[in-house]
C-alpha cells in the first residue's frame, strides 16, 4: 500500500522546492482570509463585515491564482501571466482603498478602525509580495513597491486630508510591501538555482558517461591498431611466403593466430576494466614487432622504478608510436629512448618514415595519448625535425626523481 509520504518521497528535490514555494505562497492567501476576514466581520458587523470579508476572499483567490501561475512561469511551462498580474493589482488597490474609506467613513471605534487597519496593510503587502513573483526585473519589483507605496500616500491624503497620515503610511507600506517582494524574489532565486544545480549535476553525468566512452574507445583503438597492422603484415608475408611454397609461411600464420588471441584477450581486459599497459613490456614488445617488420630497431632506457600511472602513460604512449610507424610510414629505422632527468621522465620515438607519416595535429590516437598524459601533469610533441625524420616526444613530471641522468640499453 502507498503510504502518506509516498507522494513527497517520489518527487526530486527540485520537484520538492517547487511544491514548497507554491504552497508557502498559497499559505499566505489562507492567512490572509484567517487572520483579517474573519476579525473584520466580528468587528464591523454582519452586512459591512460581510461585504468586507467577501473583497478579501476575492483579493485571496486571485493571489492564489497568481502564484499558480507564476510559478509556472518561472519554470518555463506558461507565458508570463501579465493580465492576471494587472487585475491582482487593481483588485489590490481597490481592496485597500475600501478598507481606508471604512476608516474615514463608517462606523465609528478603535476596533473598527484597527480591523480596517490590518486589512489595508495586509491585502496591500501581500498583493505587492504576490505581483513580485511574475515581475521579470528586480527593478520592476521595486517600481511595483514604490508604486503601491506612493499610491497608498496619495490615497491616504485624499480620502482623510491628513499630510502627516499620508507620510506615515508610505513609509510602512515601503517597507511591509518591500519584505514580502523580496521575500517572492528570493525564492523565485532558489527554485531557479535548484533547478539549475540539478541540470548541471545531470549534465555532469552525461558527461562522465561520454568520458568513460572516450576512454574505452581510446583503449580499443590502442590495444586493436597495433596488433592489427601486425596481424595485416604478417599474414601478407605468410601470402608470399605460401606462394612460393615456403615453409615458413606456417609460421607466420601460427604467430597471426598468436596474436588474435592476444588481441581477444586484452579486449576482454578493456572490457573489464583491468587492463593496464606496461612500459618494460611495451618496449620489449615495440622492439620484437619492428624488427619482424623489417624495421631496423633500437630500444635504450629503462622502466624499473617509475611510478606505475607514469609506467602505463607512457606505455601507451610507445604502443600508439608503434602502430603509427607501422601504419603510417615507410621507416627503415626507428629509435625509442626513455630516460629520466632533472625530475621528468622523457620518452622519445624517432623513426625516418616521415613521407607518409602524420604531424600529429588531428590524429584520434594523438589526441588521445595527450589525454592521457594529462592526466600525470605530462605533455606530449609529435612533428617531422628533418628530413625524412618523424619524432614524437612525451614528457612525464617525476616526483622524487634524482637529479642526474640515467640510460641504459636494454
Partial sequence: ?????????G???????????????????????????????????????GWMM??????????????????????????????????????????????????EYGPKGDGVDSAAGSLFSVVVFFGVGNIALGVHSRRRVYAVVAGFAAGS???????????????VITPIVLLGGGFLAFIALFSVWLLKAVYELDEARETRARL??????????????????????????????????????RPEAVEQMIEVQRIAQESQREVRDVVRGYREADLGIELTGAQG????????????GEAAGLPVEVQSALAWVVREATTNVLRHGDAERCLVGVRVSEGRVMLTVENDGAAGASDGGGGSGLAGLRERLAAVDG??????????????????PLAGAGAGVREVTV
Fill in 153 to 167: 500616500g496619495l490615497v491616504v491624503l485624499l480620502i482623510s486630508g491628513s499630510a502627516f497620515a499620508a507620510l
Fill in 379 to 396: 605533455t606530449l610533441k609529435a612533428g617531422r625535425v628533418g628530413e625524412g625524420v618523424f619524432r614524437l616526444v612525451a614528457e612525464v
Fill in 54 to 103: 467577501l473583497l478579501v476572499c476575492a483579493h485571496a483567490t486571485v493571489c492564489a491564482l497568481v502564484v499558480s501561475r507564476a510559478v509556472d512561469w518561472v519554470r518555463g511551462r506558461r507565458e508570463q501571466p501579465v493580465p492576471l498580474l494587472w487585475t491582482l493589482g487593481a483588485v489590490t488597490a481597490a481592496v485597500a482603498a475600501t478598507a481606508l474609506a471604512v476608516v
Fill in 208 to 245: 562522465a558517461v561520454a568520458e568513460e566512452r572516450l576512454r574505452f574507445g581510446r583503449d580499443l583503438h590502442d590495444v586493436m591498431g597495433r596488433n592489427l597492422a601486425v596481424i595485416a603484415l604478417k599474414s601478407e608475408l605468410a601470402v608470399q611466403l605460401a606462394r612460393r611454397g
Fill in 11 to 49: 518527487k526530486s528535490t527540485p520537484a520538492k522546492v517547487e511544491t514548497y514555494t507554491r504552497w508557502s505562497f498559497h499559505f499566505f492567501a489562507g492567512m490572509e482570509v484567517v487572520t483579517v476576514a474573519l476579525p473584520v466581520t466580528g468587528e464591523m458587523g454582519a452586512e459591512l463585515g
Fill in 1 to 9: 500500500m502507498r503510504g502518506p509520504g509516498t507522494w513527497w518521497r
Fill in 289 to 300: 614487432v619492428l624488427t619482424a617488420a623489417g624495421i631496423e630497431c633500437e630500444v635504450t
